[in-house]
């Protein structure tokens, strides 16, 4: 095996687990606006998964309306790690 394809490999891996991160923040997004049901075990598997992602930007802005602050605070998460996530990616791939 080269340290090409390893490295391809490795990049490819990394933008994999940033876009998932993304897209369990995205779902955790989608679920509160359309009103999911707390008391089903995948929507509360979703929203403790997104909670520790976005621990870092959970309650970072104070906008008044709730809906307001979850797609802001989580969605900055998501934003954030494909953003870095998808760097780091690009940066492994090249070397």
């Known amino acids: 095996m080269s340290p090409r394809?390893?490295?391809n490999q490795a990049g490819r891996v990394i933008a994999i687990v940033a876009d998932v991160m993304a897209l369990i923040l995205g779902l955790w997004i989608l679920m509160y606006l359309l009103d999911a049901n707390p008391a089903n075990d995948f929507v509360q598997f979703v929203h403790d998964a997104a909670r520790w992602?976005?621990?870092?930007?959970?309650?970072?802005?104070?906008?008044?309306?709730?809906?307001?602050?979850?797609?802001?605070?989580y969605g900055l998460a998501a934003v954030v790690y494909l953003f870095v996530?998808?760097?780091?990616?690009?940066?492994v791939h090249r070397h």
Not at 62 to 68: C, G
Not at 85 to 91: N, P
């Open 5 to 7: 394809y390893s490295s």
């Open 53 to 73: 992602l976005a621990g870092w930007s959970h309650d970072l802005f104070t906008f008044d309306e709730e809906w307001a602050r979850v797609v802001a605070g």
């Open 85 to 91: 996530g998808h760097a780091i990616a690009g940066r």
